[in-house]
């Protein structure tokens, strides 16, 4: 069985750099706690402090090291464990707000430590934080509201429409970003709840110390550009900005788009490889699994080389079978467990697999290997060698991953079955010992008194006199119903 030694190292290796970013991350989600709620009682300058303190303590190219920085798919899997999202998306949101407090923009820009190299993540998780800024500024008009501060309240309302009308233009999949989005209109709709309550309650008070509602102290023109709240609104998003965004969102998606369908050809064609491997067709094995290295690759280079988040989805799974066909191939013909060197080796691919598209493979190569030892079972005691080859294949996987401190990604929901069918093989290797070992065979059971005499019956008696059925008449020869 290969060793899975060198994973565990790469595991802790990745895992270690996971905790000094969960760490760094955890300081700098309370430092923008603080700011926010410095930001609600106007304290601009302990906000800022804030800000910029946990803008230096939390830098996910530190954490990572030189060494995992430099590929972009372990780079991407590091920035989404310990809250890094959650982190960036608070950040930019307290930044905008602040933003906005001070000069009436919005959407402020995105500092360069805390991209990660992936457009598409990056540009996802600046949405969330302006979307989120949007909720700030609800609860900031809700506080202007108690001193019946109207103007403030209508700038805030024609900010918040104004990005709810900008993201429209966006097609969003199903994703945090459309969640998020998706609460943007209730935002508007409090805001012009809250808008409409404080009008109410000027007019209140206007009647109620004897003056006509809308008057004061004032002068004319200064009323009028005050109650003119597009004049502050007009700046307030980077519409350029929020454009490039757009455009790079839409030819992400048609990417993805095209990810998706052909990585479905890759996943169709491993199954067929698989299938034909358990009646052992190994021509068509063999041909199935040279178009899924040459369609993968292609993918892989057109498609998949410009954004690692294609690789997340139905690219990785399509990857996850394609190593599972491979290994699969290698236990019918070789009799051995491949390690990821070998499975490499045997694929052709042009680029590595990644560390949970191999252990996903292997962990579901468990499963044919179980359908095979049970098909071997059906032979007897001709079966038995085979059985106990197909266990020590299934008990050397589940043995190796003990060794793993923990398994990555969403493959340990695959422990369940394949320890499953680690049972199942020891207990059709127990029922062959008591079938073949233990001198017992399997035999139809003794004819009753009655079924004997009936059979003895049949076989002595006389044709002659045996009733003899009348033939059924062809269906061409029945005469036609009435």
Known sequence: PPSFSGLAAELEQVQAAGRRLQEATSSGRRLVFLASAKLQRSDFAGARAALDAALASVSPKVAAGDALWTDRELRLRLSEVGGFAHFVS???????????L????????????????????DDERYLSGIIDAARELERYAVNRG??????????????VQSLEQALMQFDFRNSDVRRRFDGVKYVVKKLETVA???????????????????ENDEPPAKRAKAETPESRTSMALDIPALNSIKERYDHFDAMREQTLKRSRDVIKAAKNAIFALQREDFKKADTMLNQCSKDAGSIFKELVARSPSHRCGLFGAALEELAEALAFRAFRRERRLLGRTELQEASGLPFPFTLPEYLGGIMDLTGEVGRHAVRCAAKG????????????????????????????G????????????????????????????GGLSVRAPPPTNFEAAEGGDRDQGDAAERPMRPPRPHPAARPPSR
């Open 90 to 100: 608070g950040y930019i949101s307290c930044r905008g707000f602040l933003s906005f």
């Open 102 to 121: 001070e000069g009436g923009v919005l959407t402020p820009e995105m500092p360069e430590s805390l991209r990660i190299g992936v457009e598409d993540v």
């Open 146 to 159: 108690q001193a019946l501060d109207l103007a403030s309240i209508h700038i805030c309302l024609r900010t």
């Open 196 to 214: 409409y309550e404080v009008d109410l309650a000027q007019k209140r008070a206007a009647i109620a110390s004897g003056r006509a509602p809308g």
């Open 381 to 408: 005691r001709q079966g038995f060698p085979e059985v106990e080859m197909c266990l020590a294949c299934v008990d050397a996987v589940y043995s190796g991953l003990q060794e793993l401190p923990q398994l990555p």
């Open 410 to 437: 969403n493959i340990v929901k695959k422990m369940g079955a394949l320890k499953g069918t680690l049972t199942k093989i020891e207990g059709v290797l127990y029922e062959l010992a008591l079938l073949s070992q």
